[in-house]
């Protein structure tokens, strides 16, 4: 059985730093698109950041410049830093990733429980 696991979230003051890690497990073939979304209350869910098995990445304007998306692909885990936190980064975290199970060969996303960070003074 594949699944996420994320960890890092928590409670930070404006203009602080978080680390968020996600790990996937289980019986996993390879590992393609690993990412970050977020969903802050009344909210859609969008996208904060994503990274390719190659290297590439994606971030939304929002973050540009404060976040940074990185991964060990030995590990199948992926990373969110994130500095200069703003009260607007509040919301729930979604780690993310399209990978192929041993089991199918096929590939599927695949979804964190969420990590809930706070912004506040």
């Known amino acids: 059985q594949v699944q996420l696991v994320e960890s890092g979230g928590g409670l930070v003051q404006p203009g602080g730093s978080l680390r968020l890690s996600c790990a996937a497990s289980g019986n996993i073939f390879r590992v393609d698109i690993m990412g970050w979304y977020r969903q802050a209350p009344g909210k859609q869910r969008e996208l904060v950041a994503d990274?390719?098995?190659?290297?590439?990445?994606n971030y939304a304007d929002s973050v540009k410049g404060r976040f940074t998306i990185s991964r060990d692909n030995a590990k199948n885990t992926v990373y969110l830093q994130m500095n200069i936190l703003k009260p607007e980064d509040t919301a729930v975290y979604f780690c993310y990733a399209r990978l192929w199970p041993i089991a199918t060969m096929s590939p599927y996303a695949y979804w964190g429980q969420g990590t809930q960070v706070t912004v506040s003074s």
């Open positions: 990274t390719g098995s190659g290297g590439s990445t």
